[in-house]
């Protein structure tokens, strides 16, 4: 279960409404909670780790108090119920999503090729708005020297339909000669 501090705050010069998290976030639900923060029109921002103090839970807690007038006008008193029943969803639709990727022989090879190199791949998924479609990036690591920052490769971009199950290749990374 997400160990949520419920607090609000915002910046006067941003155009989404943050909202200030503490503690362990729920493995497995962060894309999901990024989706549908990226959809609602907020930032969830870490404003603290797994072990939080009593100054600082107090000091995200009066931040956020400041704009939960704004977050109940544009969402509801409730919205922190909604927003976490609508990260529910999301979390089973990526839980269909990730078997078709997972299933595709070009991105197992992939993936076997990555964990030889003791890396990842990663899927970036981004909703079709009013359909059941996604873009998926199916991305890896360029590391050119590892005391310094790595750029993200994109692998093969897809688009996927969770309700059918249907996956269609869109491009794909040339294998190298």
């Known amino acids: 279960m ?3 501090t419920l607090s609000f705050a915002q910046t006067q ?4 409404l943050r909202f200030l998290t503490s503690g362990l976030p729920e493995i497995g639900k962060q894309h999901a909670e990024s989706v ?10 870490p404003a ?13 807690r009066q931040e956020n108090e400041k704009v939960r007038p704004l ?3 544009r969402y509801g008193k409730n919205w922190w119920a909604k927003f976490s029943k609508e990260v529910d969803k999301e979390y089973l639709v990526e839980k269909i999503i990730f078997p078709l990727v997972d299933s595709l022989t070009y991105v197992r090879r992939k993936k076997a090729e990555m964990d030889s190199l003791d890396y990842r791949l990663d899927y970036v998924l981004t ?7 996604y873009y998926v990036s199916v991305v ?10 790595f750029e993200w490769v994109t692998f093969c971009k897809l688009v996927i339909n ?11 990374q040339k294998k190298k000669a």
């Open 2 to 4: 997400l160990q949520v």
């Open 13 to 16: 010069s941003s155009q989404r």
């Open 48 to 60: 603290a780790g797994c072990i939080v103090n009593t100054k600082l839970s107090d000091s995200i």
């Open 71 to 73: 977050f109940d006008a």
């Open 140 to 149: 890896f690591p360029k590391i050119q020297n590892p005391e310094e920052d």
């Open 127 to 133: 909703p079709i708005p009013k359909s059941t479609k």
């Open 36 to 45: 549908v923060a990226a959809r609602w029109g907020i930032e969830l921002y």
């Open 162 to 172: 969770y309700q059918t199950k249907s996956v269609k290749l869109i491009s794909r």
